[in-house]
Every structure is written in structure tokens, then in C-alpha cells.
């Protein structure tokens, strides 16, 4: 059963315009998601991360959307460059479950490619 | 700051050996530390997690096994590999009041 989805495996943009990656998610106590970006044989890097109690979180480049109704969330780079290319993961986890064991749910990933 | 190591950072072994994998973590005290596989064409999947010294918890039934002998080090292991085991591991800690999950550089497993 999976959780997180990213039903796109691969999104080609040109540099200077928007990419959009999406993610879906099912479980509906989910209250935390999360993008991370990931290059070839490195571990993934957090990007940007939004509360269930928002619905857009903004930081340079990249602005995260979130439609909790539609339990989906998006992640927006604009404008693109070429050193964005890399994987893209969408995580999602229950900030308010208690305790300390945070646990995140991760998609499959977008290969985001931008070419010059 | 906070630093995570893991070694190896690449490892080619044949079916049935042994695996032990090591993840440690600098500038931090009693994080919670995670293991994670990545498998070829897959998303990251959470093996295991251990909030102390000691404690882990397992997230899918396996081939391997986890420990947490000290505070900042977690080790991954496996008394026979399996062809299926290949992929690409990634330790990942948080700090205590935090979410986001930081992961280290990834060891990846070459299963022959």
C-alpha cells in the first residue's frame, strides 16, 4: 500500500521556466511533508518542508503547495537551472502522533531533468 | 554542525557473506537514527529506526539486522546476503524537537 505517490517518474523543463513536481498522498493523518533532492550516488538533501496548517511554504527558488481536500501537494521551482536536475522526493509523516519517533513515508521520485 | 559518515562507501559482496555497514554521527547528542534502502528503480525505504542506545525498531521483515551500540553510531548487518539485498543504504539522523531527517553520503551494496 503505498502511502506517497509520485505518478510522474521523470519531468523534462526548460531552463528558466517552472518545474512542477507533484505528490499525492492517502493517509489522511499525515501532517508533515517534506521535499527532498537527491543527485546520483549521494543521500537526498531536505529542500523544503509545510505544516498541514498551511497551504504554501516559499523559500528562494522552490514554494511547496498544499491541497489538503485533494491530499496533494506540489513543489514548484522557478525559475529552473540545469544544476536542479536531480531526483526529487516527496515525504509525508505525522508531526502530532506523539513521541519522538518520527517516522517519514517517502514516494518513488520525479528525475527531474533541465536543460540548457 | 552535524556531520554523518557512513562506510563503506561502496561494497561488492557474494551471495551468503556477511555485511556490516556503519553510520556515525558528529555534533549531536541522542539523535534518532534511521536506515534506509534505496533498491534500483524504487523509492527510499525505512529498514530501521532507533530513538536510544540499544533500542531499534524494524520496519520490514528481513534479511538484515540493526544496533546501536553507542549513542552516535548505528550498524547495519547481515550474516548471509541475498542477490535481493542489493542497493543503495542511507543512514539518516533528527534531532531531538525536529522533522526533517538528515542522510549521510550512502554505501552501495553489490550483491553477486
Known amino acids: 500500500d503505498q502511502q506517497v505517490k509520485q505518478n510522474s517518474p521523470s519531468l523534462s523543463v526548460q531552463e528558466g521556466r517552472i518545474s512542477i513536481l507533484n505528490c499525492d498522498y492517502t493517509n489522511s493523518m499525515f501532517d508533515y511533508f517534506l521535499w527532498y533532492k537527491k543527485y546520483p550516488a549521494e543521500g537526498p538533501t531536505f529542500l523544503i518542508s509545510?505544516?498541514?496548517?498551511?497551504d504554501k511554504n516559499e523559500d528562494g527558488r522552490f514554494t511547496v503547495f498544499l491541497n489538503k481536500s485533494a491530499k496533494h501537494l506540489s513543489l514548484h521551482i522557478v525559475p529552473s537551472q540545469p544544476g536542479d536536475s536531480a531526483v526529487y522526493f516527496c515525504?509525508?509523516?505525522?508531526?502530532?502522533?506523539?513521541?519522538?519517533?518520527?517516522?517519514?513515508?517517502f514516494g518513488k521520485g520525479t528525475l527531474l531533468t533541465v536543460n540548457p | 554542525s552535524q556531520t554523518i559518515h557512513q562506510w563503506p562507501a561502496t561494497l561488492v559482496q557474494p551471495v551468503g557473506s556477511p555485511l556490516s555497514l556503519e553510520c556515525t554521527v558528529e555534533g549531536t547528542s541522542n539523535p534518532n537514527l534511521y536506515w534506509y534502502r534505496q533498491a534500483a528503480g524504487r523509492g527510499l525505504q525505512l529498514l530501521f529506526y532507533?530513538?536510544?542506545?540499544?533500542?531499534i525498531s524494524s520496519e520490514v521483515p528481513q534479511n538484515l539486522s540493526a544496533s546501536r551500540p553507542q549513542d552516535r553510531q548505528f550498524i547495519l548487518s547481515s550474516k548471509k546476503l541475498l542477490l535481493s539485498d542489493s542497493g543503495f543504504y542511507l543512514c539518516?539522523?533528527?534531532?531531538?524537537?525536529?522533522?526533517?531527517?538528515?542522510f549521510g553520503p550512502g554505501t552501495r551494496l553489490t550483491v553477486t
Open positions: 532507533s530513538v536510544g542506545i540499544g533500542q
Open positions: 515525504a509525508a509523516t505525522r508531526f502530532n502522533s506523539g513521541g519522538s519517533n518520527y517516522k517519514l513515508t
Open positions: 509545510i505544516s498541514s496548517i498551511k
Open positions: 539518516a539522523w533528527i534531532g531531538s524537537a525536529a522533522i526533517e531527517q538528515y
